[in-house]
């Protein structure tokens, strides 16, 4: 009887285990099916993996996703600039300030590409703006 109990207790506990490991993959995965999904990996490659690459990937594909999505677009700004792609975040930044020039992230963003550059005169202008 002894034996039975343990049995039916190991079956219950292993039941459990596995369902827990299941529950915290399914948590763990990432929604790479939405711009706000991919942002998130992008985000969370760049800042916790530190593979630029993989960011800039998902933020291409968000953007294909959402073409005037700001944000992601200031964000891949930023990757380029870490990445000493400059004309590449240029771009990225001002494609932003085109359509909305009051956009507080991507003249900062822009501010700070051109002062890390040295081109303090053009940083200057762009934090004026």
């Not at 690459?53 to 294909?64: E, G, H, M, Q, R």
């Not at 700001?70 to 964000?75: C, M, N």
């Not at 590449?88 to 507080?104: D, G, H, M, R, Y």
């Not at 051109?114 to 703006?129: F, I, P, S």
Request: hydrophobic share 40%; with cysteine; charged share 20%.
């Amino acid at each position: 009887m002894q034996q039975r109990f343990f049995s039916a207790w190991f079956k219950q506990i292993l039941v459990l285990a596995i369902s827990l490991v299941i529950a915290n993959n399914l948590c763990a995965q990432e929604d790479t099916t939405s711009s706000d999904g991919l942002f998130l990996a992008a985000r969370k490659a760049a800042f916790d993996q530190k593979d630029y690459a993989k960011a800039k990937t998902y933020c291409y594909k968000a953007l294909s996703i959402s073409p005037n999505y700001a944000d992601i677009r200031i964000f891949l700004g930023r990757i380029y600039t870490w990445t000493d792609n400059y004309d590449s975040a240029k771009i990225c930044f001002e494609t932003v300030l085109a359509t909305k020039p009051e956009n507080e992230d991507a003249n900062i963003a822009y501010t700070d590409l051109e002062y890390w550059n040295n081109h303090y005169d053009k940083a200057l202008k762009v934090c004026n703006a």
